[in-house]
């Protein structure tokens, strides 16, 4: 590894990992539950509310590729800077909406900042750790997933002695805290320079990515799997009389297994090969739904559902990571963790809509039952591609090439 990569991957690292999580915490204090009841008091529709809800998500679909394309170009920590300001700005402008319309508008710009904060902070550890980068995006998920958890716990207290739109303006100071971290890094930007660059040269270079694709449809699917989960596996158990507090509680203990699982598998992932975790990650996930599936809404079988699904998405994550960081030349990470993000976003706004099709036409333990499928169907594809690059470490001439990339500071 250069010398200016490892330096940069160590308190640069923990850097980029506070901004993110600063940033991160501060949006999803935003969300659940603060989104619902701000949108709701404003007088929205059933329907316009979950478009409220859902729209930010469309944003990062439409320009996650876009931005890590210009970060690949432009360099990394401009964007980063745009991010963060985005994140401190952008909530001050709750305190003038008056409408559900107002709303909807807001989200999606608010959802600028996450498209460009997602395939910049990717690309960024995956250039510092151009080996084995698996454990470093276990770590690095951590402020993702804890920002799952503290965010609607300090919202839902907010609610509490704040109207919603307070609260959202009080996250712009919260938010403010990541420039501390986001000014460190200007000097731990290090973008290889092409030797000549261009629009069309740089998007066939990733459509013709086999592992990409393979990866992009894994990526895909899966999260439509976790999405039907994350929307109806609350109503599931509200039908069933679970109080509110315990679907609390399943909530948090399957981000905690994710949390509790990243760094393990994705050091199992450098130390053997990241298809280990990925299929350990689908296995767990289907078992989760399957156990949902046969036991029903008991509370064993939500606690059990809820650790095994966290478990699955926290081996899965940090090992298709490093396999799209692998997969791909040093000048188009960006662009490659832009569109496997766009998918994701995919599957997260497909997920809730294919569980809500499969439970209005049958019940809730077929439902379950029919999303297990999914990962079931991508694991058995994986072991029939074991002879592809998917299931094999990147090549040596990727990791020649990245170690002799000309690179420059931005």
Wanted: glycine share 10%; proline share 6%.
């Amino acid at each position: 590894m250069p010398r200016e990569n490892a330096l940069a991957g160590g308190s640069a690292l923990v850097a980029l990992f506070l901004a993110d999580l600063i940033v991160r915490t501060s949006y999803q204090i935003g969300k659940a539950p603060v989104l619902p009841v701000f949108a709701h008091g404003l007088g929205a529709s059933p329907l316009l509310l979950g478009a409220i809800i859902s729209v930010s998500t469309a944003t990062g679909l439409f320009l996650k590729p876009l931005f890590g394309l210009l970060s690949d170009y432009r360099g990394r920590w401009i964007w980063l800077l745009t991010g963060t300001t985005l994140f401190t700005v952008i909530p001050c402008l709750y305190l003038f909406v008056e409408r559900p319309s107002d709303l909807f508008v807001l989200r999606l710009i608010h959802g600028l900042s996450t498209a460009i904060y997602g395939p910049v902070t990717l690309a960024y550890i995956a250039a510092w750790r151009s080996e084995k980068a698996a454990e470093a995006f276990g770590w690095f998920g951590l402020a993702r997933t804890t920002s799952y958890i503290l965010g609607p716990l300090i919202g839902g207290v907010a609610l509490t002695f704040a109207a919603p739109e307070m609260i959202y303006a009080a996250t712009c100071f919260l938010s403010a805290l990541a420039f501390i971290p986001t000014l460190y890094l200007k000097n731990a930007d290090h973008v290889a320079v092409p030797q000549k660059w261009s629009l069309t040269g740089a998007v066939r270079a990733i459509a013709s990515n086999r592992p990409l694709f393979i990866l992009a449809v894994v990526e895909g699917t899966t999260y439509v799997a976790i999405y039907a989960v994350k929307a109806f596996m609350p109503v599931m158990a509200l039908v069933a009389g679970h109080q509110p507090i315990e679907i609390g509680t399943f909530l948090a203990i399957q981000e905690v297994a994710n949390a509790v699982l990243r760094p393990p598998m994705g050091r199992l992932a450098d130390r053997t090969r990241p298809v280990v975790p990925l299929l350990l990650g689908l296995g767990a996930l289907a078992t989760g739904l399957l156990v949902l599936s046969a036991m029903g809404p008991t509370w064993v079988a939500m606690l059990t559902a809820a650790l095994f699904i966290g478990a699955g998405q926290g081996a899965f994550g940090p090992a298709t990571l490093s396999l799209v960081a692998g997969a791909t030349s040093a000048q188009h990470l960006g662009l490659a963790f832009g569109s496997i993000g766009a998918i994701r976003n995919a599957g997260k706004i497909a997920g809730p809509i294919v569980a809500g099709a499969l439970v209005s036409t049958m019940s809730y333990q077929a439902s379950f039952a029919s999303i297990a499928a999914i990962p079931l169907l991508i694991a058995l594809w994986i072991l029939c591609l074991s002879g592809t690059s998917l299931a094999i470490p990147a090549n040596e001439a990727m990791r020649v090439e990245r170690a002799k990339a000309p690179r420059r500071g931005r």
